[in-house]
DNA sequence: TCCGTGTATAGATAGATGTCAAATTAGATG
DNA sequence: CATCTAATTTGACATCTATCTATACACGGA
């Protein structure tokens, strides 16, 4: 079983109304924070934005270690973090890597700071 | 001065383009880590919820204290989280102090999400 | 089959963070 | 002015996290 694809995908369950919405439970609140977890990082976002505006909306784990001044294991890490949190997913083709975002992942995020009346005064 | 209006508004500067947009550079990375570190919270992210759909928009402290099994200090330490990353505001009436949300940093979050091409395949 | 290279995991450590108790500030009221 | 309540600040502590080095795994080529 590749290793790569174990994504235990924290947000599957968590959002979907809006945060201007009717009360969200503790669960879900504490799935959506794991998903702001893993954004909480200057590393972790620039990730998401490379793989996001990559060539075919897809990057290579081999320039992405180059984009940053830290180790190869370290930039692995906030990897693995992005894709527990279910915002990538990564594929091995032959000798590298390649990782891109989950759109789904992104629409789900945008509707959740969806304003409710901003039209209405 | 008021100390409730200490903002140092992380988020005025930060983000606008989208996470698929343009390579965002480190310091823009930085900002926009520090509002997703107070969102990456299972706290904050009740508060924020129940702030945004409270009766006007605005909720008192001290409805909010009761909803959440922790202590007074607790709950102030959250908001002051939330206020410093421009999220929230906060307002004193008399004896009670009242928190809204900040429309324009819940767009901006919204419009970070937001991808490029869905419509085309 | 044995290297060489690209990624990932394991273990360790310094620094950040959530929580509480105690003390402080701000406003209302007697 | 004294005092009560609402909210914040301060200081301490246990836990979590970002990073590194060292090691292991996966694949391609000789």
């Known amino acids: 079983m590749s290793k790569l694809l174990d994504v235990e995908d924290v947000s599957a369950s968590a959002c979907c109304a809006p945060l201007s919405g ?5 669960e879900e609140a504490a799935e959506l924070a ?24 897809e990057v290579c784990v081999c320039d992405l270690t180059g984009a940053f001044e830290l180790t190869a294991p370290t930039i692995s ?25 989950i759109p789904e992942a992104l629409t789900r995020l945008s509707g959740l700071f969806a304003l ?5 005064a």
Chains 1, 2 share one sequence.
């Open 22 to 26: 009717p009360v969200m439970g503790e």
């Open 34 to 57: 794991k998903v702001f977890k893993a954004l909480a990082d200057p590393v972790r976002l620039r990730l998401v934005n490379l793989i996001a505006s990559g060539p075919g909306g």
């Open 116 to 120: 409710p009346a901003l039209t209405s």
């Open 77 to 101: 890490h906030h990897l693995k973090v992005l894709r527990q949190a279910g915002l990538i997913e990564g594929e091995r083709r032959g000798t590298w890597v390649y990782y891109r975002v």
